[in-house]
């Protein structure tokens, strides 16, 4: 056999390997970039593997590794039968669900008064009248919802409140980190209306007051009273008041 030609493929065959595991990457960033950017939401169904192959123009093993990258990251959610799911807006939100899957209520609660109390306080301090017409119109569809509304309607509107807080503190990371809770915050607020059913109307008014005022010692104050009493019914038992019920 003459040495002189032969021909050592390894490399060639290296090369493709990482031309195709850069393509995975490629295809999982542009897929990831949808839901990041809300244009596939937290709750909606991606599109089919066939769809995914034509917006990416890539083939059906390319598309099928990404959504697999996603599904590790906790972002979607295979579901037999009915497709795949987004199920956290960010990598965090996916990871943070796994370990906060079976978390206490009381533990949560306590990390949102780490989060929220802090929030508040620097929303007095930085809000503006986007955040001011914000708030105002958040606090009003929040009480409304918890005199009429369904626990499911009240929980989603009482969120948008509390998140409302959190943008008004013009802090990216904060709101970041906060929105990648909010499945597990939703799910304890559930869990709370059902078994104690606490409107805090007042409570809440006391924030939103202190916040618009721009009065950061009584915004802190207001938030923490509200998570005192908060913790206090999840302790306790508390009272056992449903929205409808208001």
């Known amino acids: 056999m003459d040495a002189t030609r032969h021909t050592d493929t390894r490399g060639d065959s290296h090369v493709q390997q990482v031309q195709r595991s850069s ?77 906060f899957a079976d978390a206490q209520d009381r533990d949560v609660t306590e990390l949102r008064r780490t989060l929220e109390v802090t929030a508040a ?59 990648s809770l909010l499945p597990i915050i939703e799910q304890t607020m559930h869990h709370h209306v059902t078994l104690h059913g606490h409107d805090y109307v007042d409570e809440h008014v006391a924030l939103v007051d202190a916040i ?5 010692d009584k915004a802190r104050a207001a938030a923490l009273t509200f998570f005192d009493e908060l913790g206090h019914d999840i302790c306790s038992g508390g009272p056992t008041q449903t929205p409808s019920e208001q």
């Open 212 to 216: 618009v005022s721009g009065d950061a």
């Open 23 to 99: 393509l995975i990457a490629q295809v999982t960033a542009q897929l990831r970039e949808q839901i990041v950017t809300k244009q596939w939401p937290v709750g909606a169904r991606i599109p089919t593997e066939a769809e995914l192959c034509e917006l990416t123009g890539t083939g059906r093993n390319t598309v099928r590794e990404a959504v697999q990258a996603l599904v590790h990251a906790g972002m979607v959610e295979r579901r037999q039968g009915s497709g795949t799911f987004v199920m956290a807006a960010s990598d965090l939100g996916g990871t943070l669900g796994k370990y």
């Open 121 to 179: 306080t620097l929303a007095a301090e930085r809000r503006d009248a986007e955040d001011i017409r914000a708030l105002t119109e958040a606090l009003g569809d929040r009480n409304k919802s918890w005199a009429s509304d369904s626990v499911d309607t009240a929980v989603s509107v009482d969120a948008r409140f509390h998140r409302a807080i959190v943008a008004a503190s013009h802090n990216a990371i904060y709101l970041e980190f906060y929105d």
